[in-house]
């Protein structure tokens, strides 16, 4: 069986991508405001591969970086997948500076160039995830190339997409970290960091 293929199929379907259904797909693939939709998704990924995403964290996949296609699914389970099975606990970012350090090599070796806006979108994630500074700067940057080498009509969707890692980087630009994850990680919380959540403070579907 071609895991990476079954791995890709799931995430963004067979059928090719359209921005109306990149646009669609975010619910289901950033948790939107249905708790029951989104506990119910996260046990569908649980399910079918929480194994695989085991594997991955083991370092039992690694030669899929050897092609861009399937390090793009190495990244997904290592980044996305674990934010759906491990949802509120520590592991969800257990794995972040590994898919990190697979997107920056991964851009060094242009890997990103040879797939389509949603693909790419995704392959840069792990950058919009890291508490590091300079590598939010590199997500920004990253995600504003792909809004503006995308088609036109692509563009309006991804600006939405470089808003978010604005917000990410503006985030840890403030606080040097992701405040809402101090409760996951066992940190204590500043009072800034405290009345910032209590005022609604993003918390990015954790």
Known sequence: ???????LDFWFGREPMTPAR?????????????AEARAARDRVI??????????AAAGELD????SPRQRLALILL????????????????????????????GMQK??????????RSFFYMPLQHSE????????????????????????PVLAGSLDFA??????????GRFPHRNGFLGRASTPEEIAWLEAGGERFGS
């Open 1 to 7: 069986m071609n895991h990476s293929r079954t791995v």
């Open 166 to 175: 604005e917000k990410h980087r503006d985030i840890v630009r403030r606080f």
């Open 78 to 105: 290592l980044d996305q997948f674990p934010r759906h099975i491990h949802r509120g606990t520590a592991l969800a970012f257990a794995t972040d500076d590994r898919a990190a350090a697979l997107t920056l090599d």
């Open 110 to 119: 242009a890997a990103d160039a040879t797939l389509d806006p949603a693909a």
């Open 63 to 66: 030669a899929w970086a050897d």
């Open 22 to 34: 990149f646009a669609a797909r975010q619910p289901e693939w950033f948790g939107g405001r249905d």
């Open 132 to 155: 590091a500074l300079d590598v939010q700067e590199e997500s920004v940057a990253a995600f504003r190339r792909l809004r503006d080498e995308s088609p036109p009509d692509w563009q």
């Open 46 to 55: 649980g399910e079918q591969f929480g194994a695989l995403t085991a594997r």
